[in-house]
T-cell receptor
Framework: GAVVSQHPSWVICKSGTSVKIECRSL??????MFWYRQFPKQSLMLMAT?????????EQGVEKDKFLINHASLTLSTLTVTSAHPEDSSFYIC??????????FGPGTRLTVT | TQLLEQSPQFLSIQEGENLTVYCNSS?????LQWYRQEPGEGPVLLVT?????EVKKLKRLTFQFGDARKDSSLHITAAQTGDTGLYLC??????????FGAGTILRVKS
């Protein structure tokens, strides 16, 4: 149980375009989902927290207009990187929580912006 | 400012050796978790420690939570090549947010 999937697992896009990453909880309802980014050999940095049906809460320094988060249902949250630049290249990981006590992590999405 | 300091940052040892990874903070956490992450994958939860002074064992891994709930350690006995990976500690703060340490890259050589 408690499986979280992400799609796509990797994506390459051109600078200036937008890319959408999906995060799904497969066997539970996620009242809260979290989005992290991780640079090579570094730790996870929380970008934002989203609750189903409400606006996401962004961490300090994260541009909400650049990283659009939509938590439209209890099993799906999406992260859209708008007008992507090479410095946005990173490993994006989502996690989902049903009760708020445990977070279950997705397998991550490798984004490369050329 | 890193709320959770993890040490060492990198560890390379021979198979069969023992090792300890430390996670320290000036803040008190309601609970603390340890994760293991392999390249290109999401982190996998190993353990959650909740009570100050708590010790949990998972096969060859022993986790300890400090009495004051500010620090934790992970001890691996007789390391195997399959233990290679990035080990992350994470403290749970307000809003159930996880604050991750910088991570320890462990490489176990055969």
């Amino acid at each position: 149980g408690a499986v979280v999937s992400q799609h796509p697992s990797w994506v390459i896009c051109k600078s200036g375009t937008s890319v959408k990453i999906e995060c799904r909880s497969l066997d539970f309802q996620a009242t809260t989902m979290f989005w992290y980014r991780q640079f090579p050999k570094q730790s996870l940095m929380l970008m934002a927290t989203s609750n189903e049906g409400s606006k996401a809460t962004y961490e300090q320094g994260v541009e909400k207009d650049k990283f659009l988060i939509n938590h439209a249902s209890l099993t799906l949250s999406t992260l859209t990187v708008t007008s992507a630049h090479p410095e946005d290249s990173s490993f994006y990981i989502c996690s989902a929580s049903e009760t708020g006590r445990e977070q279950y992590f997705g397998p991550g999405t490798r984004l490369t912006v050329t | 400012t890193q709320l959770l300091e993890q040490s060492p940052q990198f560890l390379s040892i021979q198979e069969g050796e023992n090792l300890t990874v430390y996670c320290n903070s000036s803040s008190v956490f309601s609970s603390l978790q340890w994760y293991r992450q392999e390249p290109g994958e999401g982190p996998v939860l190993l353990v959650t420690v909740v009570t100050g002074g708590e010790v949990k064992k998972l096969k060859r891994l022993t986790f300890q939570f400090g009495d004051a709930r500010k620090d934790s350690s992970l001890h691996i006995t007789a390391a195997q090549t399959g233990d290679t990976g990035l080990y992350l500690c994470a403290g749970i703060k307000y809003g159930n947010k996880l604050v991750f340490g910088a991570g320890t890259i462990l490489r176990v050589k055969s």
